[in-house]
């Protein structure tokens, strides 16, 4: 599920979970032993996450799996995306990039917003695609007006339209763009000058920042895990999970 190596004081930690990565429990644990890792370990000083997978960073949650889960089944899962992850990340001392290839989407965004800073490939595209299949992108709710507005927060979240790398760099969603076959290319250079700075610093500037942009992220999360949890209990989120496996239409409304 993960693919992990280091060279040169960084960590690369590659998503590798065919066809899509889609989110599990499984892969969410070994992610995050993934960065507890390279967090303990003194010889590297920079973490780069990306994917294995042509095509894919991450599709969001494995919706075949996800629709069979026990409600305290989808409190964990849920709660292990939202919260947990982005708790470890915000406490490693080190910085991480997320090198974008391909498609990212639903869960798979709010993988790539626990990281420092997001590398995209210029053919990538982003979505917020869950009121199509009966969820919500309810952590997004809290963050996502404070990078892009109001109003285009909204057009992203409620349209569920895919977008493009060019559009997620002018909103100020990804940090850098560059072609696809250079994204790990250019989120090592950039792994490579953190690496170069005092490991000291680093630690306690990253701390300091995390700390400053959290805007009450904590909080939110734990709101965002428990409306995907009522979510859940719905008959519409039944009727879009279910389309999505029979790939059709949504029948909204259908008891």
Not at 83 to 99: D, G, M, R, T
Not at 120 to 128: L, N, V
Not at 210 to 228: F, I
Request: aromatic content about 8%.
């Amino acid at each position: 599920m993960i693919r992990y190596d280091t060279q040169d004081g960084i960590a690369q930690i590659l998503l590798d979970s065919p066809p899509v990565n889609g989110i599990t429990l499984e892969l969410l644990d070994a992610l995050m032993d993934s960065l507890r890792r390279a967090g303990d370990d003194p010889a590297v000083r920079a973490i780069i996450l990306g994917s294995a997978v042509p095509g894919r960073f991450c599709g969001g949650l494995d919706l075949r799996k996800f629709r069979e889960a026990s409600p305290a089944q989808v409190h964990a899962i849920v709660n292990r995306l939202y919260f947990q992850l982005h708790e470890l990340q915000a406490n490693l001392p080190k910085p991480v990039i997320a090198a974008i290839t391909g498609a990212v989407r639903g869960g798979g965004l709010s993988i790539a917003i626990t990281c420092d800073m997001l590398v995209a490939a210029q053919d990538s595209t982003f979505g917020y695609p869950e009121m199509e299949i009966g969820l919500l992108p309810s952590i997004h709710y809290h963050h996502l007006h404070r990078i892009v507005g109001r109003y285009r927060a909204f057009d992203l979240l409620f349209t569920g339209r895919v977008f493009s790398a060019k559009e997620a760099l002018d909103l100020g969603l990804v940090g850098r763009i560059a072609p696809e076959a250079d994204v790990l290319a250019k989120a090592h250079e950039l792994a490579a000058v953190f690496a170069g700075k005092s490991p000291d610093l680093m630690r306690l500037g990253k701390g300091a920042f995390t700390r400053t942009v959290d805007n009450g992220y904590r909080q939110g999360a734990a709101t965002a895990v428990d409306l995907v949890s009522t979510v859940y209990g719905t008959p519409d989120c039944a009727e879009g999970l279910l389309a999505f496996v029979e790939k059709r239409k949504p029948q909204w409304g259908k008891a």
